[in-house]
Structure formats: structure tokens, C-alpha cells
């Protein structure tokens, strides 16, 4: 994009542009709530205390506090000073704890909200961004079913999008981690974190730091490795590990929840996914299945789509919230499809028709036509002067309006329309109380550009 | 509410109450988009300097800075501190001059979006609450005609929400100052803000503060109340104040403006509007015609949507950019409609259908039944396990959901599949291909709830 704005890392959309993020959201939403998902939203702010309770030092947190007031007093500091969120699930835990005698489990939601983090900013990544995001929670227990469900909604979400091809990829940290302990190496956390550096560092130097910084042998390093290199988009990854002759309990449970994901979503949407053993999300709190999603061609802009399996979402006292979701980075998306021109809007504005001016006595007539369009769902502006007619025409043209009205007197008094579309110049007679554009030019459309050379 | 929630100031909803915030936010979308208002958004966070460039001090402002960084460096402070908007016109002024060269004028757009205001939260005033706002914003000029055809859109809006009948109290800044220099008090703003206490405070005590804090003699204080007292639901107001003899081309001017909005919006909107010219927007930024709205019955929740006319939004060096807006409190309104249960939705979930499973193994196939149905625009969702079909039905009983789906599998092989109303315990054969609910159990509706005693 040649526009610069303002302050880095908080983009501002053209309303051209902003069509396009809407659409995006209207998709996403359209599908979450034919999947049985309800619309919340939470407050832009958490304690300090609640945004790092589990220690996610790696997230940069913007402050909040009240400008007018003295620095030393008022405004709580430490553990209950306010701060902006840094994604939705951390608010969201707090919201289903909070409100748990008020919801009924399992809990489907959607929620779909800007979130900041005081990162640097860089391509695909902002200070401000929305997310969208859809989570089920249990009371106690959640079905494994949910973690292949939900796959399916993002990938039937993701489908409707004007955008190009996506992978899914899918791993599941008990996999891992029992594989990890099956060859000696107990340290999970930090051999997955080692992992995640994979497609930066390469596997020379992720092999030099799990015999460093872990204490692993090279013969550990090798089999870490080798399993990370397993990507199948079927469920044979399942003989190719056992061919590696590790034995553990966790692993097996891992391999059979994985397999049920990868083998009931690749029969369901061939094509979509993979098993892809290097996925680690990095220090997000997983404890089963983990998803990230790449665009095809794009796969260096990072996931566009992630999220998994928390075995305890929220916990008070007596009860643990267990919990399944995915987020789509909607800013991250939307940013690149349009520096990438993936998608278009058909025109800049809602308008479909600009009612003219024959004169200036004519504004409260020309309304009343309007309000005629508008009761059948036709957007409308009047001209807000009787220009000359090119002059009102050249306006609409601007604006990117594709047709304007014009109601005459005839000599016996009675009015005459006729509507005309500026970009053939046909203009015919038109009765307001029965006239519609076509359906292509009754509001603005997104539609996908066929990417050069494919 | 009986609910409270756990941040003071910082109203969150519970499912079923967002669904009647969304349709709230849906209906002044939809009505925007039909009088051809683009949609933008623009970033939470600006700047302290242009927050603060009017002078603003009343607005509490929640100041924005990075976490983990030291007190003493790094944030910039002073005018380039970053802090929350506390409104959506602010932004917009920064978002016109910045991107003028992209924009076509006269630019009309809507926003709706969070903002947020450190103040004491009491009933109608939250800390952070959604605005709707439209504007019209002009290149150098803006005719007139805008400021009735901003107050013809607003009523469309409102009048499609599922609220009380509302009124437009509409008034002139030019009026009540040039009415003011007429009987010789040059204070204008001082006057208005004594005026604007009137409702709070009483005649006698405004009186008292005009001839104490502004000088005023008492025939002074009696006149700027008498003219306060003006109030008419046609343009008769104009004779009125005529009637009070006081003669001052600015006056002459606020009377013409005036009447001309009030003459057409009476016209078009009988009942809606009235004009009252104790309108007075405080420390507000307005230069020429006023709007604010109650709904009849709750005026002491204050104005649930207002606006006017500034004849310099914004400006630059060389350009001035006039505009004319109206802001819809959108969380002050739903916050109220909730609490008087003014409307409810049809059910708390979007789900219409629960498709039930007969055994583990019909999951799939229960997949594929939801997945025909979504097609048409059925929202459903599939049971995550086998339980008896009592336990399922509870279930969609418990969440709201209107239907259960039934597949059998008969002796010779093939399925039979019913669907069971379980609100009427009807149940009956039903085709996936081609089933769907009633209209009114598509989605859930919010429907207005008529006023007890009403």
C-alpha cells in the first residue's frame, strides 16, 4: 500500500477498504452463527494481574491509566492496574468463570474484537489489530469431538472468503511431548520452543541447541527432528512415527486424537489440511491439539488462522473450564489481501442511486422517491443542490455511484422518471415505487481477483 | 440487572443480551448503508495533544503506555502521549485531514465503535460504551440542507429499533447567540452554560448565575430564559421569539436555520421533532443548529442520541473542513432496553436445529445432515455424544434451540429422518435436501416488548 499512516503499527482502512474487512467480518460471522455460535464481546481492559497470570511475559502490554490524575495516587498500580487485552481468549476466561451461572455448557462463542500488543511493528504484524475468534467450553469435561468440529467450522469459514487456497495444519502436544519422553528427553516445553524455531534457524542450529541448551544427545536431537519432519495430509503419519520404534502412553493417546482430527477433516474437506509434526505455537498454553493455518504462496506472512486444546481454560476453587478454539488474525489477513489486491469491492460506497435536482424546490420531492427506493432496500443519496444535471451526474461518478434518478414536471403537471445508469448511459423510464438496480449493483460486493499468473 | 459485573464503569452482556445490542448495532448499519453512509473505523488510541487541541478538560481521558517499559523513557509523554479516544469525532477530524486525498467530498460516513471516558460511572454512563455516529463532512463548504437531511436519517434509524417513541429536541447556536448580543449579553458561551443547567438546576438558580457570574441584569437573565422556554413542534417558535422583540441579524439567521429543519423534519416525521430552544450542548464545539434526543417517558436518562453542526470539524493550513453529525449512545440505549426489558430476542442462541446422534458412529453422517441444512441458511449445531435422546433434547431445551433432528437407520439400510418442534412436541418425517424451519424460527428476532400499562 502507497498510504502511510500516521502511527505505525495502528492501521486505518479507506472506506474501499474497509468494504473489504467488513466483508471478511460478515463472512466469518455468518458462518460462526450458522454453526451454533453466539456473538459476545468483553471489555477492552483486564487487570494486569489476570493478563499474566500465566506468566506470558512475551506478550507486550499497553497500560491504561486516567491522564488527569496525579501520578502517585488514584489509578491502582501493581497486580490491579488496568491494561489493554493482548487476544481474546485470556479475556474470555475471565468472562466464563465470571458468568458461569448465567451460560449453559458446552459454551459456543464467537467474539471478534480489536486487541493491541506493544510489539514492533512489522508486515503482518500491528499494534492494533482485530481478531476473530470461536471457542467451545466445557463444565468439568469436553468431548475430544469438539477438536474435529472445530477445524471444520474454521475451514468452512475460511472457504468463503475471497482468498487463496489455505492450509490447515494440525499437531497435538501429547504427540510431542510423550515422544519427547519416549527417547529420554523430559523437558517438553523447551524442546517445543526449540522446535518453533524451526523454518527460522533451520535444523542444524535447532539440533545444536537441544544438545546444548537441553543436554540432549545427538541421537535425541535426530529423533526430535525427524519427527518434526513429518507432514502428511492423510493419517499415515501414524506408521511413519511408529517407524521411528519409540513407545510411550502419551504418544499413543496423542497419535489416536490426531489421527481421528487429520483422517475425519481430510474426509470432510479433502485437501484442507495437514499433520504437520513440527507445529509447536510456541509458549501458548496447548495441552492437546494445536492448529495453525497458512495461505497458500503467502506462508511466510505466518499463521493467519491458530488456536487448540486447553485442558483448563479457566479454573476457580472447585471447577476447571476445559476448552477448544481458533482465532483468525483478521487484520493480518486482511492487510494482505489488500496490499496483494486479492479482493475488490464493485464500488466505493453503499449507494446504488443518486436522486437529482431538477431544481431547488424539488429536495422534498426527490426524498420522498428516495424513501420510495429505500423501503425496498435500494441505498439512496439526494443531491444536496440543483446543479446542473452533468454537474450531479460528474458527483455520482466520483463517488463511484452507478445510477442517477431524474423526476421531471411535464407540462400537465404530472411527474416523469427516469433513471439512468452512468456507466452505459442507458437511461429508460422508472417507476419509484416498483424499480430495482440488477442484483449485482444493489449494494457493494467483495469479490476475489484471480492472482497474476495463476 | 441483577448482574453485576466485575469492573465498575464496564458493562459487559451476557448472550442473549448482546443479541439485542447486535440488533441495535445491525439496524443503524443497515439504515446508514441505505442512505449511502460508508463505514470506517479508526484506530483507539491518539494522541494526548490532539485529544486535548479544543481544550476539551472535561473528558476524562484514559492515558496508554507500554508495560514493561521504564517510567522514564521510552513512552513519549506530554502532547505525544497516546491515550483512549473519548468520542468518534475527535478521531474523525484527524482521519479527514489525513486522508483527504482519497476521499471524495462531501464524504459521508458512519462509525460505531468503543470509546472511552474515565468518569464516575452512574446509571447512562458507562467508562466504556459504543458510539454510532454519522457525519457529512464538506471540502471548504457543506450546504445547509445536510443539517435536515442528518436529522431525517437519525429518525429513519431509531424508528426501526425496538425502543419507546423518541424526540428530536433540535435548537440553534446562531439563534440563541445573536438572541443574546441582541439584549446585550456578549458571553455566549457563558450564557449556554448556565442554560444547559436548566433542567438540573431550575429557572430561579440560573437566573441567579447569569446576573452573579456574567453581570446580567435581571430583565437580561429573564429574557435568556424566556427564550430558554420556547418550545414547539412546528416552526411557530419563529413568532415567539419575534414576540420577544429583540432584533440581531444573527438571529435572523439562527431563526431561518431553524425553521427550515424543523419545517421539513416536521413534515416528513410528524411527532418526532420538536424545536427547543433550551438546547444548548454544553462545552460542546457546535456553531449553528443542535440536536439531541430522549425517549418519552425516560428523559432523566439524558440524550441518547445527539450532534450538531461545527462549521470547522477540522482544518489545516490552507482548508476548513465543515460538517454536521449526530452520535447514537449506543450502550447508554441498550443498557436501558435491557434493564426495562424494552425488547427481547425470540431465543438466546443462533442454533435453530440440534441433529442428534443415535450412536458414536453416526456423527459423520449427522455432519452431513448439518451441513445440508446450513446451506439453506439453517443454522445448526450436532450433538458432541450418543447420549439418550431425552439427555439431547434436554440439551437443546436448556440452550433454546427449537428443533431436534432425528436419523434412524430402518432394517432395509436406508435412513429415515424426522425433525421434532420441541416446543409443541410435534414430530415429523423431514427431508435434509429440503426441510427448513418457519421463517420466525430461522434466527433469533428481537422483538419490542410492549410497556406495562402502555
Known amino acids: 500500500m502507497a498510504r502511510k499512516t500516521s502511527l505505525s503499527g495502528f492501521p486505518e482502512w479507506l472506506p474501499e477498504e474497509r468494504l473489504v474487512e467488513l466483508h471478511v467480518l460478515d463472512v466469518l460471522r455468518e458462518t460462526f452463527e450458522l454453526h451454533g455460535f453466539s456473538s459476545i464481546e468483553t471489555r477492552a481492559v483486564e487487570t494486569v494481574g489476570h493478563l499474566l497470570r500465566k506468566g506470558e511475559i512475551d506478550k507486550e502490554v499497553y497500560a491504561v491509566s486516567r491522564l488527569q490524575e496525579d501520578e502517585d495516587a488514584g489509578s491502582p498500580k501493581g497486580e490491579d492496574q488496568l491494561a489493554l487485552h493482548f487476544d481474546l481468549t485470556v479475556p474470555f476466561a475471565r468472562y466464563v468463570v465470571e458468568n458461569s451461572g448465567y451460560l449453559t455448557f458446552p459454551f459456543r462463542r464467537y467474539q471478534m474484537q480489536k486487541v493491541w500488543r506493544g510489539e514492533r511493528p512489522q508486515e503482518g504484524r500491528a499494534r492494533e489489530f482485530t481478531q476473530a475468534d470461536i471457542d467451545v467450553v466445557g463444565d468439568g469435561t469436553l468431548p475430544f469431538r469438539y477438536d474435529v468440529e472445530l477445524a471444520l467450522v474454521m475451514i468452512d469459514a475460511l472457504s468463503r472468503l475471497p482468498i487463496p487456497p489455505f492450509t490447515l495444519r494440525i499437531n497435538n ?9 519416549g527417547i529420554g ?23 545444536e541447541a537441544l544438545r546444548e541448551e537441553l543436554g540432549a544427545t545427538a541421537e535425541q536431537a535426530a529423533a526430535a527432528l525427524e519427527l518434526a519432519s513429518i507432514r502428511t495430509d492423510d493419517t499415515s503419519f501414524v506408521e511413519q512415527v511408529r517407524a521411528l520404534g519409540v513407545t510411550d502412553e502419551l504418544l499413543d493417546e496423542g497419535l489416536a486424537e490426531l489421527a481421528e482430527v487429520v483422517g475425519e477433516a481430510s474426509r470432510r474437506a479433502p485437501g484442507k489440511v495437514v499433520a504437520d509434526l513440527s507445529i509447536a505455537r510456541g509458549l501458548d498454553y496447548y495441552t492437546g491439539t494445536v492448529y495453525e493455518t ?12 491458530s488456536g487448540g486444546r486447553y485442558e483448563s481454560l479457566a479454573s476457580t476453587g472447585k471447577k476447571t473450564y476445559p476448552g477448544v478454539g481458533l482465532s483468525v488474525g483478521v487484520t493480518r489477513l486482511v492487510t494482505r489481501m489488500l496490499s496483494q489486491g486479492m479482493a475488490v469491492p464493485s464500488r466505493k460506497v453503499p449507494t446504488s442511486v443518486l436522486v ?83 442484483a449485482e449493483d444493489l449494494r457493494p460486493v467483495v469479490r476475489a481477483v484471480a492472482a497474476v499468473g495463476a
Open 173 to 181: 502436544r501429547k504427540l510431542a511431548e510423550g515422544f519427547y519422553r
Open 185 to 207: 528427553l523430559t523437558d517438553a516445553d523447551g524442546v517445543l520452543r526449540n522446535i518453533d524455531k524451526l523454518e527460522k534457524i533451520g535444523p542444524e542450529k535447532v539440533a
Open 356 to 438: 437529482s435536482l431538477v431544481d431547488e424546490e424539488s429536495w422534498s420531492q426527490a426524498q420522498d422517491v428516495a424513501g420510495q427506493l429505500r423501503a425496498r432496500g435500494v441505498s439512496c443519496e439526494v443531491s444536496a443542490t440543483a446543479a446542473k444535471f452533468g454537474k450531479q451526474i460528474k458527483y455520482a461518478e466520483r463517488r463511484g455511484i452507478p445510477f442517477v434518478w431524474f423526476t421531471t414536471r411535464g407540462e400537465d403537471g404530472a411527474l416523469a422518471h427516469e433513471v439512468k445508469d452512468i456507466r452505459s448511459g442507458e437511461q429508460v423510464p422508472a417507476d419509484p415505487a416498483a424499480w430495482a438496480p440488477p
Open 294 to 305: 497458512v495461505l497458500v504462496g503467502h506462508e511466510h506472512l505466518g499463521s493467519i488462522c
